[in-house]
T-cell receptor, first 114, second 119 residues
Framework: GDSVTQMEGPVTLSEEAFLTINCTYT??????LFWYVQYPGEGLQLLLK?????DKGSNKGFEATYRKETTSFHLEKGSVQVSDSAVYFC?????????????FGKGTRLSVIA | GAVVSQHPSWVICKSGTSVKIECRSL??????MFWYRQFPKQSLMLMAT?????????EQGVEKDKFLINHASLTLSTLTVTSAHPEDSSFYIC???????????????FGPGTRLTVT
């Protein structure tokens, strides 16, 4: 079945450091790819998405590019802030069958220190 | 954007009582809703898939008699934890799917979660 593998955390960075969280996937067909963020005590918020190969999703300084050849969707940010401290989940879905649940990675906890 | 609400946002109940959690899509009709459970510092675990007007499909290992799911309308699904015990304490999150459009699906939209504590 479909699966998502993301780098294990926790990741601790100093403010203004560069962030990369790796995410690779296994899927049949051409899934849609997502990054969700979960702040402490809250639900999931969609951070960005990409629906086809070479698409770049971006939001709030975060970017991820859908790489079909490497089946990857790595999350990057050039300069992290303390407010970016959260858990980040990579996920995929079958765009032709939305009534199947998202497949999530295990999540990567990011802590940014001032 | 599409908004999904959950009520209550947190609840404390005594062991042996039942608790109902509501999940509502506020500005769209949800063909399908999903219920997840999240343990501290862990990923989301799918509990069940709920389609309006039909019985929920539970994941393996989830007790359907304990976690009752009702998807009574296209904007409301409820999860009732019956005879709750301390081990049921968790963060419960729902998501809603508005359906296919133009041959491709919209993304799913998540509620803010409900923290259940059973004492």
């Amino acid at each position: 079945g479909d699966s998502v593998t993301q780098m294990e955390g926790p990741v601790t960075l100093s403010e203004e450091a560069f962030l990369t969280i790796n995410c690779t996937y296994t899927a049949t067909g051409y899934p849609s790819l997502f990054w969700y963020v979960q702040y402490p005590g809250e639900g999931l918020q969609l951070l960005l998405k990409a629906t086809k190969a070479d698409d770049k999703g971006s939001n709030k300084g975060f970017e991820a590019t859908y790489r079909k050849e490497t089946t990857s969707f790595h999350l990057e940010k050039g300069s992290v802030q303390v407010s970016d401290s959260a858990v980040y989940f990579c996920a995929l879905s079958d765009p032709l069958s939305g009534n199947t649940p998202l497949v999530f990675g295990k999540g990567t906890r990011l802590s940014v220190i001032a | 954007g599409a908004v999904v609400s959950q009520h209550p946002s947190w609840v404390i109940c005594k062991s042996g009582t039942s608790v109902k959690i509501e999940c509502r899509s506020l500005d769209f009709q949800a063909t399908t809703m999903f219920w997840y459970r999240q343990f501290p510092k862990q990923s989301l675990m799918l509990m069940a898939t709920s389609n309006e007007g039909s019985k929920a499909t539970y994941e393996q290992g989830v007790e359907k008699d304990k976690f009752l799911i009702n998807h009574a309308s296209l904007t409301l699904s409820t999860l009732t934890v019956t005879s709750a015990h301390p081990e049921d304490s968790s963060f419960y999150i729902c998501s809603a799917w508005p359906g296919l459009a133009g041959g491709r699906s919209y993304e799913q939209y998540f509620g803010p979660g409900t923290r259940l504590t059973v004492t």
